[in-house]
């Protein structure tokens, strides 16, 4: 176990809904980044956010939003949801943004139909 | 253009043997290198994590190489087990004031009894 929490485990969702997924990042954590994981694909980084703040972005379109609290859980938010939407969500968390390791939560499948 | 490139796509051993994957990267600027376990459906779990400086890492069975100047990386698993059976993955990380990280698609191995 890594002590990141992600919910829900699982999704199905119809096209143009909006969905949030969660994540709690390990204690101590203050860095929190989320990824996409297409069926047999590497995961493709979404972004970060450090210290509440947005710390980098992948090719992600403006419909894929964050969040990140004060006790540094964070949410994705996807507006407007494709087809292609559907995969494996991931979020990692890290001591800080410098070079310390990240640590995966288990995912939340997304289905998009 | 930044990119991960891993090879084999998939590598069929028996168990006991050992097995070496590739990693090659275009990455710049490089921060560093990390290798990643990751069993279908679950979130990668961390091997190791190298920087500019380090050649070599090892974590039980695994040891991982570096080479900063051909950019290239290798992941050795000694005496393997039908554990290992997974999907590796080599991630770059990109010190570009915020850290972006690149993932390669991963090599999927399946150990045989």
């Known amino acids: 176990e890594t002590g990141v929490t992600q919910s829900p485990t699982h999704l199905i969702k119809t096209r143009g809904q909006q969905v949030t997924l969660r994540c709690s990042s390990q204690?101590?954590?203050?860095?929190v980044s989320w990824y996409q994981q297409a069926l047999g694909q590497g995961p493709q980084f979404i972004f970060q956010y450090y210290r509440e703040e947005e710390n980098g972005r992948g090719n992600f379109p403006p419909r894929f939003s964050g969040l990140q609290f004060p006790n540094y859980s964070s949410e994705l938010n996807v507006n407007a949801l494709e087809l292609d939407d559907s995969a494996l969500y991931l979020c990692a968390s890290s001591l800080d943004r410098e070079r310390t390791e990240a640590f995966f939560g288990q995912g939340t499948r997304l289905t998009v139909v | 253009k930044n990119q991960v490139e891993q090879s084999p796509q998939s590598l069929i051993i028996l168990e006991g043997k050992n097995c070496t994957l590739q990693?090659?990267?275009?990455?710049?600027?490089?921060?560093?290198l990390r290798w990643y376990k990751q069993d279908t459906g679950r979130g990668p779990v961390s091997l190791t994590i190298m920087t500019f400086s380090e050649n070599t890492k090892s974590n039980g069975r695994y040891t991982a190489t570096l080479d900063a100047d051909t950019k290239q990386s290798s992941l050795h698993i000694t005496a393997s087990q039908l554990s290992d059976s997974a999907s590796y993955i080599c991630?770059?990380?990109?010190?570009?004031?915020?850290?972006?990280?690149?993932f390669g698609t991963g090599t999927r191995l399946k150990v045989l009894a």
């Open positions: 991630v770059v990380s990109r010190l570009s004031g915020t850290y972006k990280y690149i």
């Open positions: 990693c090659n990267y275009t990455v710049s600027p490089f921060s560093n």
């Open positions: 204690s101590g954590h203050n860095t």
